[in-house]
């Protein structure tokens, strides 16, 4: 069975500062990994994937997040936080030899304080 | 290019109503899913079409939920007869190929009271 977790409902964090918010997943097989954000009112936006290569996978927006097989995460960061950050962060993951769906997690409201 | 569009953004039925979602993806787009967000939980999938064909639905709740996606295009989800717990965000998603990025709808917000 596939699944992910987000373990943190809510992240506060300064306007400037680092961000991370963290993602672990299930999978059989190897994973294809997925950051997507939510603004207010809108659909969900994809920030990056990681599919195969480095480990280190830069999307939109000056996110990045790395894939880390051993401990089965894949945190989305950036270096410094914008206030228009704020919105709501889902990770998704599916199997790559299995069905063609997404499963994502219960999402983390990023908040960035100015 | 259009992004999805669902109709209604918003909708609030009596329990034991029906009511029917619409997707309309984008252009050109064969695969076209459903997601559906009960408040505070994950983003669950619900079924997942290829063109008019029902690649996978093994994510439907139950029989009161029908999609169809006649001819291809749009699709539909109807909930008949709705209930509590079918309260949620109801969100279509497409794309043209495996592993490109999914587009996603703003989603329908349907309440049931």
């Known amino acids: 069975a596939q699944s992910v977790a987000q373990p943190e409902d809510q992240v506060n964090v300064a306007e400037g500062n680092p961000l991370t918010v963290k993602c672990t997943y299930s999978?059989?097989?190897?994973?294809?990994l997925f950051w997507y954000v939510q603004y207010p009112n809108r659909g969900l936006q994809f920030l990056l994937k990681?599919?195969?290569?480095?480990?280190l996978v830069k999307g939109s927006y000056g996110f990045e997040a790395e894939f880390n097989k051993s401990q089965t995460s894949f945190h989305l960061k950036k270096p410094s936080a914008l206030v228009s950050d704020s919105a709501l962060y889902f990770c998704?993951?599916?199997?790559?030899?299995?069905?063609?769906?997404?499963?994502f997690g219960t999402g983390t409201r990023l908040t960035v304080i100015p | 290019e259009a992004g999805v569009t669902q109709f209604p953004s918003h909708s609030v039925i009596e329990k034991g109503q029906t009511v029917t979602l619409r997707c309309d993806p984008i252009s050109g787009h064969d695969n076209l899913y459903w997601y559906r967000r009960v408040m505070g939980k994950e983003i669950k999938f619900l079924l997942h079409f290829v063109k008019e064909s029902k690649q996978d639905e093994s994510g439907m709740p139950n029989n009161r939920f029908l999609a169809e996606r006649t001819g291809g295009t749009y699709s539909t989800l109807k909930v008949q007869p709705a209930e509590l717990e079918d309260s949620g965000v109801y969100f279509c998603?497409?794309?043209?190929?495996?592993?490109?990025?999914?587009?996603f709808g703003n989603g329908t917000r349907l309440t049931v009271t």
């Open positions: 998603a497409s794309r043209r190929v495996d592993n490109s990025p999914l587009h």
């Open positions: 999978v059989s097989g190897n994973p294809y």
């Open positions: 990681y599919i195969t290569g480095d480990n």
């Open positions: 998704a993951v599916r199997d790559a030899a299995g069905a063609n769906t997404l499963f």
